[in-house]
């Protein structure tokens, strides 16, 4: 006779019971071994010396236990929130073996059991228990029927998200370098940032994010008008050359912008704006209107039968373009802006060679590789983690603010 658990077979409970006991005979078995020294978890507990990251090492034992514990209970006593209460400390397990990755080196040579201690030097205890505590919990989520996909997009965003993450840590690391081999610094600082705009750092970073921000915003507003404006005049009116002039501009943005850019550079220094920001603002809105397919599309979606209409009722095309078209193009206003901010705004290949050696007039990302050359990046590394935030801070602002717009706008063209 099949017994069931809350509706499922009794397989996938076996399953689940077996990885929490795996787990738990994974304490007791090596799980690190260096030159021949070798330790399990459970001795790495006695040799601990109150860091702030050894939590991480006590939760993957203490939820070891109390998986391996309620999965006796529960074949005794099944009740669906003892079951749901089993899948959380099985997550809580996970993502604990999960974080020891990253912790294992501060933890292991913090409580003096090894040197220079390396993720290579875990022992098969270490990784069969990690691949224990996933088995379980991708057993357990069977049984409760829960999506196992979060898994995976769990994993996925940790993969996605540990480089932002990583530059954060490192901007608030206290101890100077750029390579000191363990995740969590020793010690947490906001000096780095301070020192980004004190009056003894030779590195003006404050000139280079105002000069950043004025380009990224003029630049912006103009590429924005540049391109809405070409794309509803080769959306909405039909002249001579039309269709030569879309391929001609069609064939000019196949190739690769750098291409032009040394040609571009004699142009400005010829009638003296090279080194200067007004330089990056003009030559962005210069070839702002090659960039009108997206707009140009989205622009042809939009019935032409209101555009007549307003014709009848004495309307002039800036009115047609200003009072219908836009309102009703917000979502690809925005993609728009948020193009033109960032590719400004983040912008490094003409910048570096516009303005040289001048760094009064350097942009952020100039500036920033600036400090990660090989003579200097061990002394500015922790700065340049620091500098890497503030120049995220923009991006995010904008798009958090923008983003109930775009929204609005594709439900407005839905309804349309």
Not at 69 to 75: A, D, R, S
Not at 228 to 244: D, E, N, P, Q, V
Not at 368 to 383: A, G, K, N, S, V
Request: proline share 2%; glycine share 8%.
């Amino acid at each position: 006779m099949k017994k069931t658990v809350i509706g499922l077979n009794l397989n996938y409970f076996f399953r689940a019971a077996a990885g929490a006991l795996i787990s738990l005979i994974c304490l007791f078995i090596p799980y690190a071994s260096v030159n021949g020294k070798r330790i399990c978890m459970t001795g790495v507990l006695f040799e601990l010396k109150g860091s702030y990251v050894d939590f991480i090492l006590i939760t993957a034992v203490i939820f070891t236990v109390i998986l391996a514990v309620m999965g006796i209970v529960l074949y005794f006593k099944t009740t669906v929130r003892l079951m749901k209460l089993w899948q959380a400390v099985s997550a809580v397990l996970t993502v604990s073996f999960t974080l020891l990755l990253f912790a294992g080196k501060k933890i292991l040579e913090t409580a003096g059991i090894y040197d220079n201690f390396l993720n290579r030097n875990y022992s098969f205890g270490f990784w069969i228990g990690l691949i224990a505590a996933y088995f379980t919990l991708i057993s357990i989520m069977k049984m409760t029927r829960t999506n196992r996909g979060y898994i995976l997009l769990v994993i996925l965003s940790v993969i996605w998200l540990f480089p932002i993450l990583w530059i954060v840590i490192t901007s608030l690391r206290s101890e100077q370098g750029y390579y000191v081999g363990y995740f969590i610094p020793h010690g947490i600082t906001l000096q780095n940032f301070v020192n980004l705009f004190s009056n003894g750092n030779i590195l003006p970073f404050g000139k280079w994010w105002l000069n950043t921000f004025i380009v990224a915003v003029c630049g912006c507003v103009f590429n924005t008008m540049i391109v809405l404006m070409t794309a509803f005049i080769l959306s909405r009116t039909r002249f001579s050359g039309r269709k030569t002039f879309m391929n001609i501009l069609m064939i000019i943005g196949m190739f690769p912008g750098f291409m032009s850019l040394i040609a571009v550079y004699n142009i400005l220094k010829g009638i003296g704006l090279n080194q200067s920001l007004l330089a990056l603002i003009v030559v962005g809105a210069a070839g702002a209107a090659m960039g009108y397919h997206v707009t140009k599309g989205f622009f042809d979606t939009i019935p032409k039968a209101l555009d007549e209409a307003a014709i009848i009722d004495g309307a002039s095309r800036f009115q047609i373009f200003s009072k219908i078209t836009l309102p009703l193009s917000k979502s690809i206003i925005v993609y728009i802006v948020l193009g033109g901010f960032l590719g400004a705004w983040s912008d490094y290949i003409f910048p570096s060679m516009l303005f040289g050696d001048k760094q009064s007039s350097c942009t952020v990302a100039v500036g920033l590789f600036w400090m990660t050359d090989f003579r200097r990046i061990d002394t500015y590394y922790t700065q340049f983690a620091a500098g890497a935030v503030l120049v995220a801070l923009p991006i995010v602002i904008l798009f958090v603010w923008l983003q109930r717009f775009y929204v609005e706008g594709l439900s407005g063209a839905v309804k349309g």
